[in-house]
């Protein structure tokens, strides 16, 4: 079995990949894949925290985190469809829709 300070790397890898897309690119479908590239992380260390820990906390947190992640994800790209029918793109600098 990995040690602990393997899940921790990797986490942190994927956690910044996530970070570094959300930062550098407008296209709307990659902000969201960012963004589930980010939870995914943060429920590999809570997973690997709580195999470690011999607690299924982190496991339950994680199966919460999947539901939160699936619900932002159906909203989302109801939203973005909504807005991209209307404008015909998808570069979120061009989304002046939802403006007051």
Same mark, same amino acid.
């Given at each position: 079995m990995a040690p602990l300070n393997?899940? +921790? #790397?990797?986490?942190?890898i994927i956690f910044s990949l996530g970070v +570094?897309?959300?930062v550098t690119r407008r296209?709307?479908?990659i902000l969201f894949m960012s963004v589930e590239?980010?939870?995914?992380? #943060?429920?590999l260390m809570l997973v690997a925290f709580s195999?470690?820990?011999?607690?299924?906390?982190?496991?339950?947190?994680? +199966?919460?985190i999947y539901a939160v992640a699936a619900a932002e994800v159906?909203?989302?790209l109801a939203i973005l469809i909504a807005i991209s029918r209307h404008i015909k793109? +998808?570069?979120v600098t061009k989304f002046n829709l939802l403006k007051w």
């Open positions: 393997h899940y +921790i #790397i990797l986490a942190t +570094i897309g959300f296209n709307a479908l590239l980010m939870l995914n992380s #943060i429920n195999r470690f820990k011999a607690d299924m906390a982190g496991q339950v947190m994680a +199966i919460f159906a909203v989302g793109e +998808i570069d």
